[in-house]
């Protein structure tokens, strides 16, 4: 039988994975997508994501969100183990 330690445990590591699912895709997430699944990030600044991205580009590296006024080190950083880069033309190679 599991001891409720070993679940603690495992809820603990595998907790944030579970809740947010494969990731986010920081260059196809819509701003709600954004806003839920980041950590520190609501709707407005979730919409500031989306707005750079359709000036500037897709991301190139997770750390080029803090180019994005509003999202600073600490955000990334929070949310890096669940945030991915992959653009449409990576998923049809």
Known sequence: MVSLRRMASLALVFGPALAYGAGVNI???DAETLATGMSGVGMKKASD?????????PFK???ELTR??????GIVDRN????T???????SE
């Open 27 to 29: 260059n196809t997430a």
């Open 49 to 57: 994501i989306v707005a750079y991205r359709s000036e500037n580009g």
């Open 61 to 63: 590296a997770v750390d």
């Open 68 to 73: 994005v006024q509003g999202i600073g080190p």
């Open 80 to 83: 890096r183990s669940n945030l």
């Open 85 to 91: 880069i992959m653009t449409a033309s990576d998923s």
